[in-house]
């Protein structure tokens, strides 16, 4: 069975100017459905870049990059638009959520680009709320919650569309350790009793503690064995 | 479909309280002034518009308020295709006090019924009109206005003519009120008539002669040659005339004040920019500063276009409801309006003018930023590159 994110050959260069940056140097990945994936690695290693790949927010340069299945790395802008819609979900350090809308409204947000009724829509925010323990929170807007409550309404958002994967950039990084397990615990039933996959970028080695693997990245290219067992080197 | 985006672009536009009320506001007075303003150019422009196409006035070639002698009456009388004619001549009354100024103009009663039978007045009182020599009829509105009725005594002091004796102190007795035969006409029911024949011998100086002559035409395809054979008629004479339609006439005399069209959109122009530099600024700020909520929607896979639109529709949001309330205001003030007042009114015409001024409007504030949040690339906007 093949994996559900295959990587093969990744390059991604930055021009800035006249100046040509290699951020990732032909990464060969292979990540398993089901699998929780920490990437880890120095600032300035290429994690954040290669989640952004995985995710379809940028292009690779050179190489080739399936999910399930399908080459995002050729799709256009619109197509990868609505393969973003449809697959991944994502979740960001600093919660990214819409300081205007209340809970309910930003875990709609995804939904919108769907033909589903508003009923529907709202029926599933809440399900999506109540998943991450916030249901009673649903009117509330972003600044009357905690950082923890509004990373688990990111969370909402992000799986209220059900995609295949989870992309999370450092979701714990501006959260204290009891509220960042906290967050992590849920990353990890999620995992667990519902099967996503999920890639996330951490600094901390805490919090890839929660992951079934690890993969190390440094100056542009994978390092550790992790990386070698989560690219099936055995 | 568009729908579902509303409470999105709705919180967007709420998103800085303070200056999207301000913002609101100068929008609501532009439009407020837009729709007083163009109301105003569209009487002048079109507010004549009523006015019957087989009617012509003729003036002093100079001006209207140089007079002509009444023995060209029935040379114009003789002109082919002329039907009647009547004559008419400014008063210049106040009555009471300078504020309640009105038109007056002294007639010949059936002659003016005959080129005006737009005017209803009910047989009796035509035949006071005529019988009594300092006879006056005034139109509904204007005796509505001051509570006058059959037989009252109405003062006037003209400031143009004096009685013999120096006064300027006239004395007419009301002794008919005339309606319009529809509404525009009943509407306009606000001047009086006196007659004329008292008014020329009472006056001081100035006897026998008339302001200008309205001709009734019995074909108005034939009101150009009409117009050219009265001209002709007179040409190289001491009384050199100018015949016009009464609407041209009419339009003229309103552009006595300027040309008031220039004016208006001149005030409209500075209004617009200023409004342009305004609402474009708040629009602009207010995008710059949701850049990184703009990316987050962009990978929840909001397309390019569609936060384009997001952008654009809340422009559009902005600009219709200032407009929208602006435009309410106008037509509530207008409607307003004492019923002596010129008929100023937000017509279609000028809700035309300003719904488009609207769409132009959203289109120049929102479209920088919607390209700008079109542009918007994810990964650099939520690195706050």
């Known amino acids: ?234 | 479909m568009l729908l579902k985006y509303l409470p999105l672009i709705w919180s967007g536009l709420w998103r800085k309280k303070t200056r999207t009320v301000f913002t609101g506001l100068s929008l609501i007075a532009a439009f407020l002034l837009l729709g007083l303003l163009q109301a105003v150019n569209s009487l002048f422009s079109g507010g004549a518009d009523f006015l019957g196409a087989n009617r012509l006035i003729t003036q002093a070639r100079i001006s209207f308020t140089q007079p002509l002698p009444m023995r060209m009456l029935p040379q114009i009388e003789a002109v082919p295709g002329v039907q009647s004619v009547s004559h008419s001549q400014f008063f210049g009354g106040v009555y009471q006090d300078a504020r309640n100024f009105f038109p007056q103009f002294a007639v010949n009663p059936q002659r003016m019924f005959d080129t005006y039978p737009e005017w209803v007045l009910s047989p009796a009182q035509r035949r006071a009109f005529i019988s009594t020599p300092n006879g006056a009829i005034a139109g509904r509105v204007l005796a509505d206005r001051f509570g006058w009725k059959i037989g009252d005594r109405i003062p006037l002091t003209s400031f143009i003519w004096t009685l013999a004796d120096g006064s300027r102190a006239w004395e007419w007795e009301l002794v008919g009120i005339f309606d319009g035969r529809d509404q525009q006409w009943s509407e306009r029911a606000s001047l009086m008539y006196l007659n004329y024949q008292y008014f020329d011998e009472a006056r001081s100086g100035g006897k026998g002669l008339a302001g200008v002559f309205a001709v009734r035409i019995k074909d108005a395809l034939q009101a150009e040659r009409i117009a050219a054979a009265i001209d002709a008629k007179f040409a190289n004479s001491r009384d050199e005339t100018k015949t016009q339609s009464e609407q041209e006439f009419q339009i003229g005399f309103l552009r006595q004040l300027g040309d008031i069209g220039f004016i208006v959109n001149a005030i409209l122009g500075a209004v617009f920019f200023t409004i342009l530099m305004l609402t474009g600024n708040t629009m602009a700020q207010a995008v710059r500063e949701r850049t990184p909520e703009l990316a987050v929607l962009k990978c929840l896979g909001f397309t390019d276009r569609t936060v384009l639109a997001l952008v654009l529709a809340e422009a559009l949001l902005l600009c219709v409801l200032g407009g929208l309330a602006g435009m309410a205001l106008a037509s509530f003030a207008t409607a307003a309006l004492p019923a002596d007042f010129p008929p100023v009114r937000t017509d279609a015409r000028v809700w035309a003018i300003a719904l488009s001024s609207m769409l132009a409007l959203a289109l120049a504030v929102g479209l920088p930023p919607a390209l700008h949040a079109m542009r918007i690339k994810i990964v650099d906007a939520l690195a706050g590159r």
């Not at chain 1, 995002?72 to 979900?89: E, K």
């Not at chain 1, 819409?98 to 939904?111: D, T």
């Open chain 1, 1 to 234: 069975m093949s994996a559900l994110v295959e990587i093969h050959g990744l390059t991604k260069v930055y021009e800035r100017g006249k100046q040509r940056i290699e951020v990732l140097h032909g990464i060969e990945l292979d990540i398993e459905q089901g699998d929780f994936v920490a990437l880890m690695g120095p600032s300035g290693s290429g994690k954040t870049t290669l989640l952004n790949l995985i995710g379809g927010l940028d292009s690779p340069t050179a190489g080739e990059l399936k999910v399930g299945g399908q080459r995002i790395d050729a799709l256009a802008a619109d197509a990868l638009a609505a393969w973003r819609a449809s697959t991944v979900g994502f979740i960001f350090q600093s919660y990214n959520l819409m300081p205007v809308l209340s809970a309910q409204r930003n875990v709609e947000l995804p939904l919108l680009l769907t033909e589903m009724s508003a009923r529907e829509r709202s029926r599933r925010a809440a399900i999506a709320l109540d998943l991450v323990g916030l249901a009673d929170r649903a009117g509330h807007k972003p600044n009357e919650l905690s950082g923890g409550q509004q990373q688990r309404v990111a969370i909402a958002r992000a799986l209220v569309s059900d995609p295949l994967l989870l992309i999370c950039d450092e979701p714990t990084g501006d959260l204290d350790r009891k509220t960042a397990d906290e967050v992590l615990t849920l990353l990890q039933q999620l995992n667990q009793r519902f099967g996503k996959t999920i890639v996330m970028v951490t600094h901390d080695p805490k919090a890839a503690e929660y992951a079934t693997h690890t993969v190390h990245l440094d100056k542009g290219t994978l390092v550790s064995a992790d990386a070698l067992h989560a690219i099936g080197v055995h």
